[in-house]
């Protein structure tokens, strides 16, 4: 496992409040950035801080991802992703997320190994989805039964035992898969794929998701090669919202599956995973109205809520995100082999090209982010536009599952309680309910 730096000391901060001064020591990490250590702010001053949205607070130390938003750069345990999206497979970047190194041959076949051999579904487990609603969102019906594996393996949930976590985390990477194509299938009312383990993790996706009983299904290694890609560009991203959820959500020692549901729920949102979905259906509706990009962006400008440029901006890039680089490099690539001619991919680029030049997106540094560009391939390759935010959702597990992992190896673990600034009533009376 790749080690943590310890965090180098250097001269105290000092806070003045009135007359009172204080020193608060100042910590920095592997790649330079610094940050004042308050963990005795209030028991000192008595004043905490208020950071609406945590913009300005950090919420742990970490070895797994490391983001630079103002150079756009992105390292999963410190390999670039351009150099890992150019040489590694998903499997690889999973288990370099979740153990720390890159594995060696026989390590990585064991991985594999282990992880084809849970992708089966327990029948019951299956049987759920004809519980719900025909068009159930594929994220909800992902958080549901990703909840639910929590009941069919009561022998495994506790967050504190390596065998236990071992076998959780080859469970969750190999079902949710599994769990993600049902939901398409559900929703279409086309009968289930057993999971085939002949089949590499991406190529057992497809068939569960385009493949039915009556035909062979090829799967196509221009798609199969595409969407390894995105899962290995989705794999991780530092303290994100549901990164976040899942780290506080975990905190209260609930076990891996209840914290991968509350990160779903928490990635479905438009703002942010969700805006994959979102990209695509404002690509759709500008294509279909016959709006040109510009009067798109000046509605986009006015601060017209319902015409906000989904996919764009970032609360840490502010500069280009990389990932949106290789997957608009990808767009190219995989809709040139696919012979596809994209009209949604000409409006995306004609988007981006126009916001390069004006001040409104200069001034506020928005530039595409992850969400994009992705959704033209999953278009491309046939995916449904609710099932993008559950690709996201793949990807981003095993990120997910080695941030979770390093909370409870943390010494500093304890449970997250944010605290408030209250700005309610004071002693309001009891009026009983004859008199109001
Ligand atoms: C992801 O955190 C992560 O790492 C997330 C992620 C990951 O891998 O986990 O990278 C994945 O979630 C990517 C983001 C996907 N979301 C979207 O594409 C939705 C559209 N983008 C925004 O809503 C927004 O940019 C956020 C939510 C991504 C970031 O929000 P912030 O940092 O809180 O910034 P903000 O909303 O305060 O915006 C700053 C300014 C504002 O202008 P002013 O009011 O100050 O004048 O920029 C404007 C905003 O109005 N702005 C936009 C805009 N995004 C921000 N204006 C038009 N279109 C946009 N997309």
Redesign the pocket.
């Known amino acids: 496992m790749a080690s943590k730096t310890e965090l180098k000391k250097l001269p105290n901060a000092e806070l003045r409040i009135g007359d009172k001064t204080w020193e608060f020591p100042v910590v920095e990490g592997s790649e330079g950035e610094r940050a004042i250590d308050i963990t005795k702010l209030r028991a000192q001053t008595g004043h905490i801080t208020l950071d609406p ?1 945590y ?1 300005n607070s950090g919420s742990c130390t970490s070895a797994v991802t490391f983001i630079d938003g103002e150079e756009g750069i992105l390292r999963y345990r410190g390999i670039p992703i351009e150099t890992l999206a150019e040489q590694s497979s998903f499997m690889e970047v999973s288990y370099l997320l979740i153990y720390g190194k890159l594995p060696s041959a026989a390590e990585l076949a064991q991985f594999e190994a282990s992880i084809r051999r849970h992708t089966l579904l327990h029948e019951d487990l299956k049987r759920m989805y004809s519980a719900l609603p025909k068009d159930a969102h594929p994220m909800a019906a992902c958080s549901t039964t990703v909840g639910a594996l929590a009941t069919f393996y009561p022998d495994s949930l506790d967050p504190r035992d390596p065998a236990q976590i071992d076998i959780s985390i080859q469970r969750l990477i190999a079902k949710l898969p599994t769990l993600a194509a049902y939901a398409y299938k559900h929703s279409i009312g086309q009968p289930f794929l057993y999971p085939l383990n002949s089949l590499d993790y991406v190529g057992n996706f497809l068939r569960m998701m385009f493949g039915n009983p009556c035909e062979e299904y090829d799967v196509d290694p221009v798609v199969k090669k595409a969407l390894d890609l995105l899962f290995i560009l ?1 794999a991780d ?2 303290q ?4 976040s959820t899942v780290r506080l959500v975990g905190s209260s020692m609930v076990n891996l599956f209840g914290t991968i549901s509350a990160g779903i729920n928490a990635l479905w949102g ?4 969700g ?1 994959n979905q ?2 695509i259906e404002m690509l759709e509706s500008i294509a279909e109205e016959g709006t040109s990009a510009r009067d798109y962006l000046e509605r ?2 006015s ?1 017209d809520e319902s015409a ?9 890039y502010k500069n280009h ?1 990389p990932r949106a680089r290789v997957i608009k490099k990808a767009c190219d690539e995989v809709l040139e082999r696919m012979g596809i001619h994209s009209k949604l991919l000409e409006i995306a680029k004609e988007l981006e090209e126009i916001t390069l030049k004006d001040d409104y997106f200069v001034q ?1 540094k ?1 530039y595409p ?4 560009y992705s959704g033209v391939i999953y278009n491309a390759i046939g995916t449904p536009a609710n099932m993008f935010t559950a690709m996201f959702a793949i990807g ?1 597990l095993p990120g997910w599952i080695a941030q979770w992992k390093e909370l409870h190896q943390d010494p500093s673990f304890k449970i997250g309680r944010p605290r408030q600034i209250y700005t309610g009533p004071t002693n309001a009376p009891y009026t009983p309910i004859d008199r109001r």
């Not at 438009?270 to 995973?273: A, E, K, N, R």
């Not at 982010?369 to 994009?372: I, R, S």
């Open positions: 949205g913009a989705h991203h530092e994100n919202c549901s990164t438009p703002l942010h995973g805006a979102a990209v986009a400008k601060g906000r440029l989904m996919g764009f901006g970032h609360r840490v995100d506020r928005l982010n992850v969400d994009f981003r």
